[in-house]
């Protein structure tokens, strides 16, 4: 069963969670800072938490502690763009250790990842909105409550289909 991002909502199963979407909304030819979000149907990969916001989680996919010194790379000049790195970095770098909190839990999808096109775009993310579900930069968000719910449902095997 795929997650569906439809609109400005989050459809899994039974469940329906409104959502955060890119500013210039859902694009099938997406561009590094475009602000859209990816068209198409993508593998999620690692969940990433703060230990010092997120006590516990009950997920079946895999986890990774977020560390002051973590960063994912938007670089187009890096060898290392839209891959995970570690501060200081010569390069631009998106924090994932955030003071906002959108960033406490994180599941990274797996957009521009297989065979990586620089300017393609970097850091698609599910992650938690901010209150009144204002744009992302391209990722797609939802509240907390929600994305810990979410989370005990899906597996390894789930997909994220954006339409």
């Known amino acids: 069963m795929n997650i569906i991002i439809k609109k400005k909502y989050l459809l899994y199963k039974d469940y329906k969670f409104k959502c955060s979407i890119g500013k210039s909304g859902v694009k ?6 475009d602000l859209a979000t990816p068209k198409g149907l993508y593998k999620l990969g690692q969940l990433y938490y703060r230990k010092d916001r997120i006590k516990s989680i009950k997920s079946k996919i895999k986890k990774k502690v977020i560390k002051r010194n973590m960063g994912w790379c938007d670089d187009i000049n890096s ?3 839209n891959k995970e790195i570690i501060f200081p970095y010569k390069y631009r770098a998106e924090k994932l250790y955030r003071n906002d909190n959108i960033y406490d839990i994180l599941i990274n999808i797996r957009y521009n990842q297989y065979r990586v096109v620089k300017g393609k775009g970097s850091a698609i993310f599910l992650h938690i ?3 009144k579900y204002t744009p992302t930069k391209g990722c ?3 509240l907390k409550k929600d994305f810990l719910k979410l989370i005990s449902l899906i597996n390894k ?7």
């Not at 099938?28 to 800072?33: R, T, V």
């Not at 095997?157 to 339409?163: L, S």
């Open 28 to 33: 099938s030819l997406k561009k590094e800072g």
């Open 79 to 81: 060898k290392k763009y």
């Open 129 to 131: 909105t901010k209150k």
């Open 140 to 142: 797609v968000a939802i």
């Open 157 to 163: 095997k789930t997909k994220i289909y954006i339409n």
